[in-house]
């Protein structure tokens, strides 16, 4: 599918990446749509691909790392080579389910490393300091983490709980903090809900006692944020 991997031509249009629609027909969002479905339908499908090409998981694997390079290369901008990130996520989803197929070879081993890559970015980064840049990063990291099985994200957390607990923490904080800029008001916006999305994914498995206790940490400090904003405001409002 040459629309994964071939140069943006759109230039500065903030469409080229939140459309999802580098062509006119947007055809590297329907070609990663048609991965998944030959994923995810049937097994025989599935088996089809491996047939045609044995090394298909880690050919998905390497092209993975290149749009998350160019994910990287972005930054927080709109445009740029590489295509929108669910495209992306719904590629690491098509690379999940490969894994899983007893033709994938090291497919426990694949998925570990792709795992502990979004997991090392959260922990890199929490003693960093509170901006835009941050949050987009935690952000990017925790939808990424969404897309994973509950039970290989539940394994993963309870070896790094960190990561967790600087998500929980970090959406929390945003709370009661001013804002240097417009842009970290929206990464924080967007972590908020990155948060629970990757909440969402994992107790879908198990709710196991880090997941209830970030749910419980967050129920607790929207219910004191909305508690603050009703007592200071009219009585009438």
């Given at each position: 599918i040459?629309?994964?991997?071939?140069?943006?031509?759109?230039?500065?249009?903030?469409?080229?990446?939140?459309?999802?629609?580098?062509?006119?027909?947007?055809?590297?969002?329907?070609?990663i749509?048609?991965?998944?479905?030959?994923?995810e339908?049937?097994?025989?499908?599935?088996?089809?691909?491996?047939?045609?090409?044995?090394?298909?998981?880690?050919?998905?694997?390497?092209?993975?790392?290149?749009?998350?390079?160019?994910?990287?290369?972005?930054?927080?901008?709109?445009?740029?080579?590489?295509?929108?990130?669910?495209?992306?996520?719904?590629?690491?989803?098509?690379?999940?389910?490969?894994?899983?197929f007893?033709?994938?070879?090291?497919g426990?081993?694949?998925?570990?490393?792709?795992?502990?890559?979004?997991?090392?970015?959260?922990?890199?980064?929490?003693?960093?300091?509170?901006?835009a840049?941050?949050?987009?990063?935690?952000t990017?990291?925790?939808?990424?983490?969404?897309?994973?099985?509950?039970?290989?994200?539940?394994?993963?957390?309870?070896?790094?709980?960190?990561?967790?607990?600087?998500?929980?923490?970090?959406?929390?904080?945003?709370?009661?903090r001013?804002?240097?800029?417009?842009?970290?008001?929206?990464?924080?916006?967007?972590?908020?809900?990155?948060?629970?999305?990757?909440?969402?994914?994992?107790?879908?498995?198990?709710?196991?006692?880090?997941?209830?206790?970030?749910?419980?940490?967050?129920?607790?400090?929207?219910?004191?944020?909305?508690?603050?904003?009703f007592?200071?405001?009219?009585?009438?409002?």
């Amino acid at each position: 599918i040459p629309e994964l991997v071939a140069e943006s031509t759109l230039s500065s249009s903030r469409y080229d990446i939140r459309g999802a629609m580098r062509g006119p027909g947007g055809e590297d969002h329907v070609g990663i749509l048609a991965l998944m479905r030959m994923s995810e339908e049937s097994d025989n499908l599935t088996h089809a691909m491996f047939e045609v090409q044995p090394a298909i998981l880690n050919d998905f694997v390497e092209l993975h790392a290149r749009l998350k390079a160019a994910e990287a290369s972005r930054g927080l901008r709109d445009w740029g080579t590489g295509v929108c990130p669910v495209s992306r996520r719904i590629l690491l989803r098509v690379i999940c389910r490969l894994s899983k197929f007893p033709g994938a070879g090291q497919g426990h081993a694949v998925m570990e490393q792709l795992v502990n890559a979004p997991l090392r970015e959260i922990t890199s980064r929490k003693q960093s300091p509170y901006c835009a840049e941050r949050l987009y990063n935690f952000t990017e990291s925790s939808y990424d983490l969404a897309y994973f099985s509950p039970e290989l994200l539940s394994n993963a957390l309870s070896t790094v709980p960190e990561a967790l607990e600087a998500v929980t923490m970090t959406v929390i904080e945003g709370y009661s903090r001013p804002f240097s800029d417009e842009q970290a008001t929206i990464q924080w916006a967007r972590l908020r809900g990155a948060a629970y999305t990757m909440l969402r994914t994992l107790v879908t498995g198990d709710m196991s006692d880090i997941a209830a206790r970030a749910i419980g940490a967050l129920i607790k400090a929207e219910c004191q944020v909305a508690t603050a904003h009703f007592d200071v405001s009219p009585s009438d409002s």
